[in-house]
């Protein structure tokens, strides 16, 4: 099977920056396309930041200019580079990935998700 491993949310103060990161490791052929996502406390989740894999962007005007999703391909990894932060942005982020994997079923075509990791600002 994947799995993603996420790391590196914590506190930070209005202002500052943070990086996530999210590796991608079992059985995967292709990597179609990953991304963050966030849910705040008693919000929806929502779609941060996207990469795929002609690494073509997608952010939300919410993020636009403070927040990039760098890649690296040979360790199917990305990051979470959040710059001023706000507390709005407050929240768990979680990673996310449209991968083709070898699977006991054979090719298989899924989507896989972190388990999360809690990002707060504050002062």
């Known amino acids: 099977q994947v799995q993603l491993a996420e790391s590196g949310g914590g506190l930070v103060q209005p202002g500052g920056s943070l990086r996530l990161s999210c590796a991608a490791s079992?059985?995967?052929?292709?990597?179609?396309?990953m991304a963050w996502y966030r849910q705040a406390p008693g919000k929806q989740r929502e779609l941060v930041a996207a990469?795929?894999?002609?690494?073509?962007?997608n952010y939300p005007d919410s993020v636009k200019g403070r927040f990039t999703i760098p890649r690296d391909g040979a360790k199917n990894t990305v990051y979470l580079q959040m710059n001023s932060l706000k507390p709005e942005d407050t929240a768990v982020y979680y990673c996310?990935?449209?991968?083709?994997?070898?699977?006991?079923?054979?090719?298989?075509?899924?989507?896989?998700w972190g388990q999360g990791t809690l990002v707060t600002v504050s002062s």
């Open positions: 996310n990935a449209d991968v083709t994997a070898l699977t006991s079923l054979g090719r298989e075509y899924l989507e896989v």
């Open positions: 079992g059985s995967i052929l292709n990597i179609d396309a």
């Open positions: 990469i795929t894999n002609g690494a073509s962007t």
